[in-house]
């Protein structure tokens, strides 16, 4: 026991005899009184202090920066989009209520931000806003482009529905269910006509679900707000719960469009007879593609296929062969192709081409 007391003791001493080295360098070898030692912690203190505040001041200092050259930039944005003062403006309070990482011009390329910031909007006014302030979000809503987007871009909210979008509702116990159309999507409310008598009632909540060509099926379980029994219209809440199913994994669409295989190898390596000959595309998605041609060639099969889309010459897209078979009207060979190692910017391309197809039902050469 004595031994250990004595252990520490000499521990202490130790320390203080460290210290004391510390400070007689410091004054230049001459023992230091308490209050100077005093004095130069507190210098010290002060100093770690003052680099700490300027570091804080600094990055505060960024931070402001990059929030004005951020907002200078939607602002420039947004002008050149057709919004006027009044309409940045109320974009900027949109955007302060939304506790977000993202820069403000997400919202204007992004329907999804945007409608997260009108919803935050809304809920910090309590749901209290005016009618000519509807409107106001329904005319920036129409410059921004977010109104019944196009079939290639998928929906994350039903004020982005389409007006005459075809419906189809259910209530959630079942007693209720028919088709009907949008009527009119505001920003308040969405407007469901229906061919048939309302028997359904305030406050209950209806499953609505919808498909768009080319892309897929849209679900959500809506409020009921309003009943117009004379015109057969309900008035639904808003919500950006929409829940998609793709209909299929790669949409189709069929075309006639003329390419050209070459660097053709047969699945035993050997190099085709032709290695370059014409082919016409009849249809097309974004995983593959099915085309006829005078030349034969045998499953399993890889290559490289050229051909137009638009205003644009993909060539070089590889392929492998699924399936093939004989033409019985001109006697050629019907191909089907599976893209392989497809780089994303030339399948983003074709996709484009597909749902464009379906959702204008044009024949694109």
């Keep these: 026991m004595i031994l250990h007391f004595q252990s520490i003791l000499l521990g202490i001493s130790g320390q203080q005899s460290t210290r004391a080295r510390f400070f007689q360098g410091l004054f230049a070898g001459v023992d230091p009184t308490s209050w100077q030692v005093v004095l130069v912690g507190s210098v010290l203190i002060l100093v770690v202090g003052g680099i700490v505040v300027w570091e804080l001041f600094r990055k505060r200092r960024e931070q402001l920066a990059k929030a004005r050259r951020q907002w200078d930039h939607f602002q420039a944005q947004a002008r050149s989009m057709g919004l006027g003062d009044g309409d940045v403006a109320l974009m900027r309070e949109m955007y302060l209520c939304l506790d977000v990482l993202h820069a403000p011009d997400a919202m204007l390329r992004i329907p999804a931000s945007y409608d997260r910031a009108l919803d935050a909007w809304i809920a910090s006014r309590s749901r209290k806003v005016l009618q000519a302030e509807w409107e ?45 159309k949008v009527v009119a999507n505001l920003e308040n409310m969405l407007v469901v006509g ?31 707000l309003q009943i117009d029994r ?46 370059s000959f014409d082919v016409t595309l009849l249809d097309l998605s974004g995983g593959g593609a099915m085309v006829t041609s005078t030349e034969p060639v045998e499953v399993e099969s890889r290559g490289l296929l050229d051909f137009q889309l638009g205003d644009t010459r993909l ?39 597909v749902f464009e197809r379906q959702r204008t039902g044009r024949n694109l050469a």
């Design 194 to 224: 229906t061919p048939e008598p309302l028997t359904v009632a305030l406050g209950m909540r209806l499953r609505i679900a919808f498909s768009r060509q080319g892309d897929g099926e849209y679900k959500a379980v809506l409020p009921v």
């Design 230 to 275: 004379e015109a057969n219209q309900i008035h639904l809440e808003h919500t950006d719960q929409l829940t998609r199913q793709q209909l299929r994994m790669w949409v189709r669409v069929p075309v006639l469009i003329l390419g050209r295989m070459r660097r053709v190898i047969g699945p035993d390596g050997v190099p085709h007879p032709q290695q």
């Design 315 to 353: 060539e070089g897209v590889r392929f492998v062969m699924l399936r093939t078979g004989r033409n019985s009207r001109n006697g050629g060979h019907v191909c089907h192709l599976c893209f392989e190692s497809i780089d994303v910017q030339t399948q983003e391309r074709i996709m484009r081409y």
């Design 136 to 180: 106001h979000l329904t005319a920036i809503r129409r410059r921004l482009g977010f109104k019944g987007l196009g079939a290639e871009t998928s929906l994350s909210h039903t004020r982005q529905i389409a007006d005459a979008q075809d419906v189809r509702l259910a209530s959630e116990d079942g007693h209720f269910a028919t088709s009907g």
